[in-house]
């Protein structure tokens, strides 16, 4: 199954520091010391609440915001993270 959620990434000026965060996916943050470092931990930090939420008996996704309904602040940075998750045991064996 793949899943696509907008993750905020703001750079903090005090560390240099990219934070991201998911909008729709509460508590899902991320950091990294570059961009594509921040991107990266985002896309785990997003799969690790997918699948987490996934596994529950009645398990429901948040709905996708539109890029234009984010409260933003001036420099954020918004990227589309794709999650893909398979759900077949021993698919990988």
């Known amino acids: 199954m793949k ?12 560390s ?7 909008p729709n996916l509460e508590c899902c943050y991320a950091e990294g010391d570059t961009l594509d ?11 690790n609440w997918i699948y987490a939420e996934l596994l529950e008996e009645d398990a429901e996704l948040p709905p996708v915001s ?10 954020d940075i918004v990227r589309n ?13």
């Open 3 to 14: 899943f696509i959620y907008p993750a905020v990434f703001r750079k903090e000026e005090s």
């Open 16 to 22: 240099g520091k990219y934070k991201a965060f998911f």
């Open 37 to 47: 470092d921040a991107i990266d931990n985002a896309n785990d930090a997003a799969y």
């Open 66 to 75: 539109d890029k234009s309904d984010l409260e933003l602040e001036e420099g």
């Open 81 to 93: 993270i794709l999650v893909n998750i398979r759900m077949f045991e021993g698919w990988d064996e």
